[in-house]
């Protein structure tokens, strides 16, 4: 199984900034890697930190909060609350604690593709700046191990 | 006491639309307009519908449903989750049960100024389609009535 060929779209001046991937595994399994704490801390950051999932309620209207860990100690908080939890579709936000006040909108959605699933995780955010910063600080680089280390997961269930 | 003066921006090709005025009202009294159910629904909504408000948790983490009525009894749905709540700022999710997936991000924050308080009502919209269609379905309309219509509230208080 090769990696998922992931695309990052962050048009200039623009709010958003989609990733998009055919990852070679059932929707389902894709899902149960999002909604599943202990399949989620196995893809979702950088494989050199760890991750501590400190609440974690994937429903509508549930909230949650991830700790990254690094090898010296130092831990990287997010969060952010559910709008929608749906086998086709999540709809969260997200705020790291280090950017403080700056919030976007994600929306993830599961599409299935003759077997295999195509993700297409789009953020917002509340301004260009945010969305450049954000890109800056690795969202972009992330993107495709992000997406390998998912399909890593869900080929596995 | 003059109607506050609002400002409604929308840049093309962005998805972004901002409303802001300054409301003659002291900030606690703004923050309970939007934060107590009972003085919500006073001033959230055209005058010539009422409001039944479902659901309503304006704390970090919550949910809030509120349904429009109008005159013939036809309902209108809307409702979010809370990522933020706090006496300058409440961030939140919004969507019209009439565009069901369609969500946006809402950032209010209230300032103070000089006694007065500055409100400034962003939402960032998953497209710009989008962001143009709520534009289109009376928002820019209603933001200086709404606007007027919270500080008749706030001011009463």
């Given at each position: 199984?090769s990696?998922?060929?992931?695309?990052?779209?962050?048009?200039?001046?623009?709010?958003?900034?989609?990733?998009?991937?055919?990852?070679?595994?059932?929707?389902?399994?894709?899902?149960?890697?999002?909604?599943?704490?202990?399949?989620?801390?196995?893809?979702?950051?950088?494989?050199?930190?760890?991750?501590?999932?400190?609440?974690?309620?994937?429903?509508?209207?549930?909230?949650?909060?991830?700790?990254?860990?690094?090898?010296?100690?130092a831990?990287?908080?997010?969060?952010?609350?559910?709008?929608?939890?749906?086998?086709?579709?999540?709809?969260?936000?997200?705020?790291?604690?280090?950017t403080?006040?700056?919030?976007?909108?994600?929306?993830?959605?599961?599409?299935?593709?003759?077997?295999?699933?195509?993700?297409?995780?789009?953020?917002?955010?509340?301004?260009?700046?945010d969305?450049?910063?954000?890109?800056?600080?690795?969202?972009?680089?992330?993107?495709?191990?992000?997406?390998?280390?998912?399909?890593?997961?869900?080929?596995?269930?």
């Open positions: 199984m990696n998922p060929e992931t695309t990052y779209t962050a048009e200039p001046n623009s709010h958003a900034a989609t990733t998009t991937a055919i990852i070679d595994a059932p929707k389902a399994a894709v899902y149960r890697a999002y909604t599943e704490a202990d399949l989620l801390v196995r893809w979702w950051g950088p494989r050199e930190l760890t991750s501590k999932v400190e609440q974690f309620e994937p429903v509508t209207g549930g909230a949650w909060r991830v700790v990254h860990v690094d090898p010296s100690g831990e990287y908080g997010f969060r952010g609350v559910y709008h929608e939890v749906s086998p086709d579709r999540i709809v969260n936000t997200f705020e790291f604690d280090g403080p006040g700056h919030v976007c909108l994600e929306t993830v959605t599961f599409e299935d593709v003759d077997g295999k699933t195509r993700v297409t995780s789009q953020s917002v955010f509340q301004s260009v700046e969305r450049d910063g954000m890109a800056q600080s690795g969202m972009e680089e992330f993107a495709p191990v992000g997406m390998a280390q998912l399909q890593e997961v869900a080929s596995s269930l």
